[in-house]
């Protein structure tokens, strides 16, 4: 039972152009969802998140939007640069407990900006 | 600042043998996690500590697998014996209370 779908593997854009990449979600106890970067031969490195309190979180570049109905979050990156081209992982945790410290990742969307 | 280490970076073994994957956390963090990456089953939580204690072993395969975190510093996973089934990319990720997760390098298990 995948819980976490990212159901494009990849996507291509221009630089300065604006990426969305998008992840849903069916487990409704999840509150917090985060976004991982990879470059090959590394670890994930954490992008930025969101708590299910809100609907939108902005540092720089990348904003994430939260659709609580919808169990859909996306992540835009604005403008997009070739150096954002990596694997992106949307990830979700549960309320407190054990299960908040537990994440749960999609399947990645490959990135790829062209200059 | 230094990151999760872990090592080694790559190991090649052959299938039977023992594996024993370590992982430095991030000094000050108090949870490490053990993650498994493959094509098959994506990125997949093996099991977690918070302050030295396993939490959640739900996701550890089978018995061959094991982990240990002796002290807030140190973390092995423990496959014994491997099998070629086991190679992976295997991740340890730390943290300091609700702060997001930081991910090491991985080691690159093959077995063959």
């Known amino acids: 039972d995948q819980q976490v779908k990212q159901n494009s593997p990849s996507l291509s854009v221009q630089e300065g152009r604006i990426s969305i990449l998008n992840c849903d979600y069916t487990?409704?106890?999840?509150?917090?969802f985060l976004w991982y970067k990879k470059y090959p031969a590394e670890g994930p490195t954490f992008l930025i998140s969101?708590?299910?309190?809100?609907d939108k979180n902005e540092d720089g570049r990348f904003t994430v939007f939260l659709n609580k109905s919808a169990k859909h979050l996306s992540l835009h990156i604005v403008p997009s640069q070739p150096g954002d081209s990596a694997v992106y992982f949307c990830?979700?945790?549960?309320?407190?407990?054990?299960?908040?410290?537990?994440?749960?990742f999609g399947e990645g969307t490959q990135l790829t900006v062209n200059p | 600042d230094a990151g999760v280490i872990q090592s080694p970076r790559h190991e090649v073994t052959e299938m039977g043998q023992e594996v024993t994957l370590r992982c430095k956390p991030i000094s000050g963090h108090n949870s490490l996690f053990w993650y498994r990456q493959t094509m098959m089953r994506g990125l997949e939580l093996l099991i977690y500590?918070?302050?030295?204690?396993?939490?959640?072993d739900s996701g550890m395969p089978e018995d061959r697998f094991s982990a240990k975190m002796p002290n807030a510093s140190f973390s092995t996973l423990k496959i014994q014996p491997s099998e070629p089934r086991d190679s992976a990319v295997y991740f340890c990720?730390?943290?300091?209370?609700?702060?997001?997760?930081?991910f090491g390098p991985g080691t690159r298990l093959t077995v063959l």
């Open positions: 500590f918070n302050n030295n204690v396993p939490i959640d």
């Open positions: 990830a979700a945790s549960g309320r407190g407990g054990t299960s908040g410290s537990r994440l749960t």
């Open positions: 969101i708590s299910s309190i809100k």
């Open positions: 990720a730390s943290k300091l209370g609700g702060l997001p997760q930081y």
């Open positions: 487990n409704s106890m999840f509150d917090y």
